[in-house]
């Protein structure tokens, strides 16, 4: 298993063409690659098509996914505000690849697992490692492919992203090989010699103590431990810090607890909502997602800082874990709400990355929403960073 990845500033398509394929040619030589995971500013929209295809023949690639980003992310940089390109190559001996193309027609269409395992042409006994782009305005809610798959493929790492850039349907573009589609998902489902590890960070850390929903419905949240959820709240922000009081008038969020069988929860733990708004009249909290009663929420704060003591955390954890494995390659997904805008300073997840775990090739985009699992599905999130780690699979697994 090899990985390469190439980055290309080049402001038009035939010399980014070549940008990239040089790079391509220092890393692999004159062989031939199974897998170019590829990332394009949307100013090259005019040139896809068949210009995709002519990338392919240039750095000899069997199968080419990708999409259009508003922000790029390739080797070590973060591309913010203007054009560029981001490739990663792959040789992937023995690994099965299966690259899909899904419309919101076909999701309507789905009677079961049964159904996608015939569409995507996977078993669920290859045990899949997805990576999933999708197309905002053309698959509403984006949350249903990802319940299908999850159903069909139960406990398959998944990451992607949603494609940005755009300001209404028709204007993202997604492909496969030479095919340009502007609605639905792409993607691609790798099987065999292969393992996706994945880091979620959402940038957040909790505040307060964790409550458990006793009256809800929909994403209204009318209670917390028995109280009005905006007099809770209101006891809350007096308790805190100056700074958190500060960041709560701001950036508060609510976590709400993936796996209820835990009795203390860190980082990690939570799926992190944004809170919309309250009403003080009927004491109601609204989020942005469905609750149920009896699930356990927190609040949770977030800046710049707290964003890099989440994402370092998670790296020297990753980094410590017994279960970890070399990275040979990797893709980030990084929401639009990031970068430089967030940190005050380029190329941060990239560089953070990279000095944990070190220069493993990589490539990405600033995303519309983040596609990563938080305990054993995957969910769509907000101002996060997704790291999908590929690696030979441990010869224990094999």
């Known amino acids: 298993m090899k990985f390469?990845?190439?980055?290309?500033?080049?402001?038009?398509?035939?010399?980014?063409?070549?940008?990239?394929?040089?790079?391509?040619?220092?890393?692999?030589?004159?062989?031939?690659?199974d897998l170019g995971l590829l990332f394009v500013h949307p100013d090259f929209i005019p040139e896809l098509g068949d210009d995709i295809r002519l990338l392919q023949q240039a750095t000899g690639a069997r199968h080419i996914v990708g999409c259009t980003g508003a922000g790029i992310i390739g080797g070590e940089h973060e591309i913010e505000k203007r054009p560029a390109i981001s490739l990663l190559m792959a040789q992937l001996p023995g690994v099965e690849i299966a690259p899909f193309h899904i419309t919101g027609a076909e999701i309507d269409q789905s009677n079961g697992p049964d159904y996608w395992h015939f569409q995507l042409e996977v078993e669920p006994d290859a045990k899949p490692n997805f990576v999933v782009l999708m197309d905002p305005f053309t698959l509403q809610p984006v949350t249903r492919l990802l319940d299908e798959l999850t159903q069909a493929f139960p406990g398959s790492p998944m990451v992607g992203g949603l494609a940005s850039g755009a300001r209404e349907p028709g204007e993202n573009r997604l492909f496969i090989d030479g095919d340009v589609f502007d609605e639905g998902a792409v993607g691609v489902a790798l099987s065999g010699n292969v393992t996706l590890q994945t880091i979620v960070s959402q940038g957040c850390r909790p505040v307060g103590e964790p409550f458990v929903i006793t009256r809800a419905d929909q994403n209204i949240i009318f209670e917390l431990g028995g109280q009005r959820a905006t007099d809770v709240l209101d006891g809350l922000l007096p308790k805190l810090t100056t700074r958190d009081q500060q960041l709560a008038r701001n950036a508060l969020f609510l976590g709400r607890v993936i796996d209820e069988y835990k009795e203390d929860f860190t980082r990690g733990d939570f799926l992190i909502r944004q809170l919309i708004g309250g009403d003080r009249g009927s004491g109601a909290l609204a989020i942005g997602d469905w609750i149920r009663t009896g699930q356990t929420v927190q609040f949770q704060v977030r800046d710049g800082k707290t964003a890099d003591e989440d994402l370092t955390a998670l790296l020297e954890q990753y980094r410590g874990?017994?279960?970890?494995?070399?990275?040979?390659?990797?893709?980030?997904?990084?929401?639009?709400?990031r970068g430089e805008g967030m940190y005050g300073a380029p190329n941060h997840d990239i560089a953070a990355l990279h000095q944990h775990l070190g220069p493993v090739p990589t490539a990405g985009f600033f995303c519309n929403g983040e596609i990563g699992p938080v305990g054993a599905r995957p969910f769509v999130h907000g101002f996060t960073s997704v790291i999908g780690l590929f690696s030979e699979p441990s010869p224990a697994a094999k």
């Open 4 to 33: 390469g990845a190439a980055l290309s500033i080049e402001k038009n398509w035939p010399d980014a063409v070549t940008d990239l394929a040089g790079q391509v040619r220092a890393d692999f030589g004159a062989e031939k690659t």
């Open 321 to 337: 874990s017994s279960k970890k494995q070399t990275p040979r390659g990797a893709v980030m997904f990084s929401c639009l709400g």
